[in-house]
C-alpha cells in the first residue's frame, strides 16, 4: 500500500488546514487509517485513527476538540480537519494505515507515507 500525505503549509495560529492521505492500487476500505506527527527533537506521536467504516474514532488528549478524522473509501483517501491550530501543533504529520491496528502506538502500523510540514505561526 503506497500512501501519499498532502495539504500541509504555513498557517497562523487559530487557523485551520486539512491534510489529505490517499493510497493507490489498493483498496484503502480494506484498512485502518491514522494520523501521527513528530515535532523537531521529539519522537512521532499519535494523533488521530479511523476505523475501516469510519464508524470509530480516536484522537490523543491533545488535539480532542480540534482535529477530526474522516474517510471517503469510494476515493481511497483519509483526511484529518485541523481548526484552532497552536504552535505546538507545528510538525510533519504522516499518515499510516494497517489491516487491524487502530492503537496509539506507531509500530503497530504497516504501511507509511511520506509525511507533510504543518507549521503553525504564532
Known amino acids: 500500500v503506497q500512501l501519499q500525505a498532502s495539504g500541509g503549509g504555513l498557517v497562523q495560529a487559530g487557523g485551520s488546514l486539512r491534510l489529505s492521505c490517499a493510497t493507490s492500487g489498493r483498496t484503502f476500505s480494506s484498512y485502518t487509517g491514522g494520523w501521527f506527527r513528530q515535532a523537531p527533537g521529539k519522537e512521532r506521536e499519535f494523533v488521530a485513527t479511523?476505523?475501516?467504516?469510519?464508524?470509530?474514532?480516536y484522537y490523543a488528549d491533545s488535539v480532542k476538540g480540534r482535529f477530526t478524522i474522516s474517510r471517503d473509501n469510494a476515493k481511497n483517501t483519509v483526511y484529518l480537519q485541523m481548526n484552532s491550530l497552536k504552535p505546538e501543533d507545528t510538525a510533519v504529520y504522516y499518515c499510516?494505515?494497517?489491516?487491524?491496528?487502530?492503537?496509539?502506538?506507531?509500530?503497530?502500523?504497516?504501511?507509511w507515507g511520506q509525511g507533510t510540514l504543518v507549521t503553525v505561526s504564532s
Open positions: 479511523i476505523t475501516r467504516s469510519g464508524a470509530w474514532t
Open positions: 499510516a494505515a494497517d489491516r487491524l491496528s487502530t492503537g496509539g502506538d506507531p509500530s503497530g502500523y504497516t504501511y
